[in-house]
Each structure stands twice: as structure tokens, then as C-alpha cells.
């Protein structure tokens, strides 16, 4: 491994190269990257970057993201295989057929969704800005949020607002049941429960805290508590562990069989596809100017509130 590493760093200077990471990829991947984090910030640093290649080690809307933001720019992805279910569950053609139903209503899209779908979005969010991207709306705005359900509810309760939902799950955070939450929470009754929002509705209701996964994590490093149950994806443990090396965390199992949370896309990405990925710069993400010029609109929308909100620097 010393050696993909060592020709990793040798290709990222020569080559101008970053290394972006999403907080599920494999604690070596995240060792290795310039900069780990959740959408919000995966979003910022690609707008920000100066590298001549983005490496995005992530899924594919993430790494579409980064060239509707660097149009100029070379994306590549480890795996192009990486999608998502969540951005899956919300087809280019039933989402547009969706939206005719509602002429007069404003279109918050969550940023798992296609670049397609962010051509019809007025604003994209993150988990992280979401319920300040809609409470910059007025209350008596007519929206649409899209496409995850779970999140959209979420945000419904706690706003008071009556957001018409587009419906989509995570299958990685829908699949965590209620049931193995309780017996969770009764086996360790000092841990505190927190969660992701793309959770069902009755795991959040259980929740000591809920929020994206840079929260989560700010979360835990803040916290007196000891011990935590954590209801996300399992790669965020390895920041945790890195940060509060004296707490313990529990990861809430996808099924009965105590499997770990693991989402199969994130973990398609390996050292020895990025490696492949900088040397070969490809595969690449190509997206239709036209495509990039109609999404770049709302998610330079959600960067500007954002900032203006102090969420982001």
C-alpha cells in the first residue's frame, strides 16, 4: 500500500492534481485526500479549487457536480460504476412529467440528484443548508423538494412548511430500522443516538441529534457523551475515531445480521482505481455545455445563500 501511496502523491504534484472525498469512502481513500468532507463542502472546495485535475473520490453526482462548477476542468471518478439510489430514484423524463403537474411552484432539488434534474431546479441543497435554503423561501411559497422524501419530511416538521415531495429514498439510510435503533438504545443505554436525516421519519423522532455528516461528526468531537449510536453510512466512523479516540461508536446495522451500513457505490472507489484514475486521467465525467450552464445556476444559488448565512466561508 506504501507504494500506491507514495506514486499517488508523486502523479497529485506533477499533475496539479486534487483529491476529493466523501466522508463514506474507505479510511485509506480519506487518509490520502486533500480534502474530506459531505456535499456542502465537497461542493465549495470544487468551486474553489486552482488544481488542473479533480479526482473525485466519491459517486457520480458529485463528481458532475465538481465539472458543472470547473467546466474546464478534468473530473474523473475512480469507478464510474459509483451512482447513488437516491439520485436514481428520481429519472430525468418522470421528473420533468412530476413537475407539470406544478407550473407555480419553486423546485429545491437535494444535491443527490442528476445534473438533468438540476437543470430543473430553482436551487439545489445539501443536508447540511437544507433547511436554510428553504426557510429563505417565504412561508407561503409553493415548493417542491426532491428527491429524497426522508429528508423532505424532516425539513416539513420543522418548518411548519407543507413542501410537496418527490418520492425517493437512500437506501442506504432507509433501510435502518426503528427496531434495531431501540434495541440499540436499550443495550446501551449511556449512548446517544444521532442521525442522519435521510432516515425514516420514526428513527429521527428517537434521535438525541440529527444532522448532515459533517454534524454528525462536529456533533461527537463537541459532545460530553461517551459512547454514540451512529444511524448513517459506516465511513464516517473512521473521522470520529481519528477526532475523539477515547469515545466509542456504534454503528446502527443494515440488517439482521449485523451487517455494517455500507454503501456499495461509495465503496466501488479503491486506492488502486484512484491511482489508475490520475495516472490514466480517466475515466472522465463529460457533461453537454447546455446541461452545465443550466445546472451551474442553482447550485452557485445555493453557494451564494449559504455564504450569505455564514454556513460556508
Not at 507504494?3 to 502523479?11: C, G, S
Not at 443527490?112 to 429563505?136: H, L, R, W, Y
Not at 425517493?168 to 443495550?187: F, M, P
Not at 443516538?193 to 459533517?214: R, Y
Request: with cysteine.
Amino acid at each position: 500500500m506504501s507504494a500506491i501511496v507514495n506514486e499517488i502523491n508523486e502523479l497529485r504534484k506533477q499533475k496539479n492534481a486534487i483529491i476529493l472525498a466523501h466522508y463514506y469512502q474507505v479510511p485509506e481513500i480519506q487518509d490520502i485526500a486533500d480534502y474530506v468532507g459531505d456535499s456542502l463542502g465537497l461542493a465549495q472546495q470544487a468551486a474553489q479549487t486552482n488544481a488542473d485535475i479533480i479526482v473525485f473520490a466519491g459517486v457520480h453526482f458529485m463528481a458532475e457536480t465538481a465539472k458543472i462548477l470547473n467546466p474546464h476542468k478534468k473530473v474523473v471518478l475512480p469507478d464510474l460504476e459509483a451512482g447513488c439510489s437516491l439520485a436514481a430514484s428520481a429519472p430525468e423524463d418522470d421528473f420533468r412529467a412530476f413537475l407539470q403537474k406544478y407550473p407555480d411552484h419553486k423546485v429545491i432539488s437535494y444535491i443527490n440528484c442528476t445534473a438533468a434534474v438540476k437543470t430543473m431546479s430553482d436551487v439545489i441543497c445539501t443536508s447540511g443548508n437544507a433547511v436554510q435554503i428553504v426557510e429563505s423561501y417565504p412561508k407561503d411559497a409553493k415548493l417542491i423538494f426532491a428527491p429524497d422524501k426522508n429528508l423532505g419530511g424532516y425539513i416539513n416538521r420543522l418548518t411548519g412548511r407543507d413542501m410537496i415531495l418527490w418520492d425517493g429514498t437512500c437506501e442506504v439510510h432507509d433501510i435502518l430500522s426503528t427496531e434495531a435503533v431501540i434495541k440499540l438504545k436499550t443495550d446501551n443505554p449511556d449512548a446517544k443516538l444521532i442521525a442522519h436525516p435521510e432516515c425514516k421519519a420514526t428513527v429521527l423522532e428517537l434521535a438525541d441529534f440529527v444532522g448532515s455528516t459533517t454534524a454528525l461528526l462536529n456533533f461527537t468531537k463537541k459532545d460530553t457523551s461517551q459512547k454514540y449510536i451512529v444511524a448513517t453510512e459506516t465511513g464516517i466512523l473512521h473521522k470520529m475515531q481519528q477526532a475523539s479516540p477515547e469515545k466509542s461508536f456504534l454503528i446502527v446495522p443494515s440488517d439482521e445480521t449485523c451487517s455494517c451500513n455500507d454503501c456499495p457505490y461509495m465503496k466501488l472507489n479503491t486506492m488502486e482505481k484512484l491511482l489508475n484514475a490520475l495516472k490514466n486521467e480517466q475515466p472522465a465525467i463529460e457533461l453537454p455545455e447546455d446541461v452545465i450552464e443550466k445546472a451551474k445556476i442553482p447550485i452557485e444559488r445555493m453557494l451564494e445563500i449559504s455564504a450569505k448565512m455564514g454556513l460556508i466561508k
